[in-house]
């Protein structure tokens, strides 16, 4: 990949550029393990799926930014196993620098490869999965075939759990969301659009999630006491949406 890397900072924030003003990633340099962006904050609410305090045991995230999904399980999942597959060896050396990635091999297992590759090389399942990977013209290439999302479903163990930023303002996401839905025997559904044009899908594997409003609710309490994460709005945000039916959440 030939691109500039660019650095930035602006009112405490550091960010992440690929020769463009398009933000890669964010963080707030006093508090580099919050997670900056919407965006980050929605693929998150995948922690919501799971009423189980050893999730997720092990995740596997493609695309590395500058690091926040990666700092912020690795801050608050201490017992978690994380592997993040990135295929530019320079935004890994970028997070490094910039953006604190911990240094933990027996935790975090940083893969220098084609996302889409490695997961289809290799048998070992996750709980969770986070897809988040662009180019500097924001195309996610193999990334968003049906392909990809067929083997993200094979790496999935039981109760597992698929998140993935897809950018709907230019393209329209639809396409994409129908693919997962494709891949997940329709157990997908999507966020309404962030403020930035990025929607968050999510799709799960195993026993049928069906979780009241309340419920949600709760567990969101419990993970902003946890984290200092507040996801309370993306929850109000999917009820004006009307993505509950009868007040509970299925996938």
Not at 25 to 41: F, S
Not at 85 to 104: G, Y
Not at 176 to 198: H, M, Q, V, W, Y
């Amino acid at each position: 990949m030939n691109f500039p890397i660019d650095i930035r900072e602006e009112a405490g924030v550091r960010t992440l550029h690929f020769g463009s003003d398009w933000i890669q990633g964010a963080m707030r340099i006093a508090r580099p393990w919050r997670l900056e962006l919407d965006y980050t904050r929605e693929m998150m609410a995948s922690l919501l799926l799971r009423d189980d305090a050893r999730f997720p045991r092990n995740a596997l995230l493609i695309g590395l930014g500058a690091a926040s999904l990666t700092k912020f399980l690795y801050r608050y999942y201490p017992s978690a196993k994380l592997t993040v597959v990135e295929i530019e060896p320079r935004v890994v050396a970028a997070a490094r620098q910039f953006f604190k990635l911990p240094d933990d091999p027996l935790r975090l297992n940083i893969v220098i490869a084609d996302g889409s590759h490695y997961i289809a090389e290799r048998n070992k399942t996750y709980d969770l999965i986070l897809v988040d990977g662009y180019d500097a013209d924001a195309h996610p290439g193999e990334l968003n075939m049906l392909p990809f999302y067929q083997m993200c479903r094979a790496r999935l163990s039981d109760d597992g759990v698929l998140a993935v930023n897809l950018l709907g303002r230019s393209r329209g996401y639809q396409a994409s969301l129908e693919r997962i839905k494709t891949a997940f025997n329709e157990r997908a559904l999507a966020f309404p659009s962030c403020d930035s044009g990025n929607v968050i899908a999510l799709a799960a594997t195993g026993e049928k999630i069906e979780i009241p409003l309340y419920e949600l609710k709760q567990q969101a309490l419990e993970l902003k006491e946890k984290t200092g994460l507040n996801l309370l709005p993306t929850l109000t945000r999917l009820e004006q949406a009307k993505s509950y039916s009868g007040g509970i959440l299925a996938i």
